[in-house]
């Protein structure tokens, strides 16, 4: 076990740094009087993630009377924070887009589950006014990532802990601890912070299964509430220590009151049918 997780570890130095231009653009983006002229400057020169981004605001805005077709004209559009939310999931959609086999799941079902977290994410953020909605948007998109490694690396082991939680009813979580010596969580975490991430948003992936430390920050807070929301109404990337119960202190680190649940719930569901829809009518 303690030879799986060394592996995992010393294999973590083999993925590709995060792009350099998300990191400038994101920093830019810390600034509430950021310049869009210069923004779109940095942006401009990846053009995946410029392709990426002008596909998620046009998935994302189907009520659009036309189609945006560049960074400017976006900008002109959407506020900071949506600004800053689409630039990281067109960052992060090169990670999230691909199958992992040894979770059964499909590129997809990945892209949508952290789609799908980025969306719950941002409409809390909003609604609560965080206090760091670019942390809270870059936890939540790439919350999962730890999987992605786990899958790349020890990909066969995964068998062993699928059959782990399917005889013997233990979460997801806990097989993976068992088998692997460490968890997605974990991993998660641990790329990020050799991605050279702030703290806030490492510790928010590190917590994002643990009750306790869930709820120690406003920023882990919501990136676990955004978790469970999209596993809730079935986004899910099967069985992620499903849990059907949002604990009411988690709401209120969050900044949520209980009767606000339900309004998150159906409007969060509604803006991420609406990116599946035309994300999967743009793929076609
Ligand atoms: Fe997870
Ligand atoms: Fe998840």
């Known amino acids: 076990m ?36 210069k923004l779109a400057q940095v942006i401009r020169y990846d053009a995946t993630i410029t392709a990426n981004f002008l596909k998620l605001v046009n998935s994302a805005y189907i009520g659009l009377r036309r189609k945006v077709e560049s960074l400017s004209q976006a900008f002109a559009l959407l506020g900071l924070n949506q600004i800053r939310f689409f630039l990281v999931a067109a960052c992060a959609g090169q990670y999230l887009n691909r199958a992992l086999h040894g979770y059964g799941l499909s590129p997809y079902e990945v892209w ?43 990909g066969g082991e995964l068998e062993v802990i699928r059959e782990l939680v399917k005889d013997e009813g233990l979460t997801f979580m806990e097989a993976e601890i068992m088998v692997l010596g460490t968890d997605h969580a974990i991993v998660g975490a641990e790329l990020l912070r050799r991605w050279g991430f702030p703290q806030e948003t490492i510790f928010a992936v590190r917590a994002h299964h643990d009750e306790d430390w869930m709820v120690q920050n406003q920023t882990a807070a919501i990136v676990a509430l955004s978790n469970m929301l999209t ?6 990337m099967g069985a992620d220590g499903l849990s059907y119960r949002v604990p009411s202190k988690l709401l209120k680190v969050a900044g949520l009151k209980d009767r606000e649940l339900f309004s998150i719930i159906t409007e969060g569901f509604k803006r991420y049918q609406n990116i599946k829809e035309n994300l999967l009518s743009q793929a076609r």
């Open 2 to 37: 303690v030879k799986v997780l060394e592996y995992v570890f010393e294999e973590l130095n083999t993925v590709p740094n995060f792009p350099e231009t998300a990191y400038r653009a994101l920093k830019m983006l810390e600034d509430e009087n950021v310049n869009f002229e």
């Open 112 to 154: 949508l589950h952290s789609l799908g977290s980025g969306v719950f994410a941002e409409l809390i953020a909003e609604k609560v006014k965080a206090r760091n909605p670019d942390h809270v948007f870059t936890a939540a998109l790439l919350h999962d990532i730890g999987k992605l490694v786990l899958d790349l690396f020890v």
């Open 231 to 236: 596993n809730l109404v079935g986004i899910g």
